[in-house]
């Protein structure tokens, strides 16, 4: 069997601020697999990506992108992150944003190139010259992916990124996201988007919040194995879910 390309072991992370906790998550991810991460709002999904990319060190257990540790420099070229509530300069235009970014990643001819296929398959072509600033929400979203994908990613974590985007822009993004996958890139979408979770997810992972001793909540991430799902998923599974032997899966779901 192949190493996951995603591996999330026993972390736990105490609520800091406007970061919920996270308990005990797991979570196995293998090239090419699109799992969606669903649950409450307060319930640490949030968190857990961040914690996934890098961004936030958690108390306990670890994260590896390939077998690197997360946070490392390599593992952030391996690693592309949305978060939910994205911010890029705002005199920036969108090709700038996504020039700033393409230098981690190619120099010279080359980034033009990397830019240009960006704006493209992102749909952001159109208002390629505008200011980031300016964006709608839908822009901003899309433009969130785009840089999320520059270079050559193995692991693709989007948090709300295709919530708030109209019909024509989720499938739009949709699909991207699919063509990324069916080249071996691992996708994590945390979303409150039934639409978009249907359209993509062949495993939905459920976190809740489960009551403990101390003054915060602790929260639980269903992973991939019987054992997870039994320790950590709800009792019954939320509307557009069944329950599985191992995980709750889409009622879309084979």
Avoid at 82 to 111: I, K, N, Q
Wanted: with cysteine.
């Amino acid at each position: 069997m192949n190493a996951p390309v995603l591996l999330v072991s026993g972390v736990r992370r105490r609520r800091r601020g406007a970061a919920a906790a996270v308990g005990d998550a797991s979570l196995e991810l293998a090239a090419g697999e699109v799992a969606a991460l669903v649950g409450p709002p307060g319930s640490g999904k949030t968190t857990l990506l961040a914690i996934a990319a890098g961004r936030l060190a958690p108390d306990a257990g670890s994260v590896t992108v390939a077998g690197v540790a997360t946070g490392t420099r390599a593992a952030r070229a391996l690693l592309g992150y949305a978060p939910e509530a994205p911010v890029f300069p705002p005199t920036l235009s969108v090709r700038d944003v996504l020039a700033y970014f393409a230098r981690f990643h190619v120099v010279g001819v080359a980034r033009r190139g990397l830019v240009a296929a960006a704006l493209e398959r992102s749909g952001l072509a159109g208002v390629a010259e505008r200011r980031a600033a300016g964006l709608p929400l839908p822009l901003v979203r899309r433009l969130a992916l785009a840089q999320a994908v520059l270079g050559h990613r193995r692991v693709l974590l989007l948090d709300e990124t295709l919530s708030g985007v109209d019909a024509g822009g989720r499938r739009a993004m949709c699909e991207r996201v699919r063509e990324l996958a069916a080249s071996g890139v691992a996708v994590v979408l945390a979303s409150s988007d039934l639409a978009a979770v249907e359209q993509l997810a062949a495993r939905v992972l459920v976190m809740r919040t489960a009551a403990s001793s101390g003054r915060h909540p602790r929260r639980r991430c269903a992973g991939a194995g019987a054992r997870d799902s039994a320790r950590c998923a709800p009792a019954a599974p939320p509307p557009g879910f069944r329950l599985t032997p191992t995980v709750f899966r889409p009622t879309w779901a084979s």
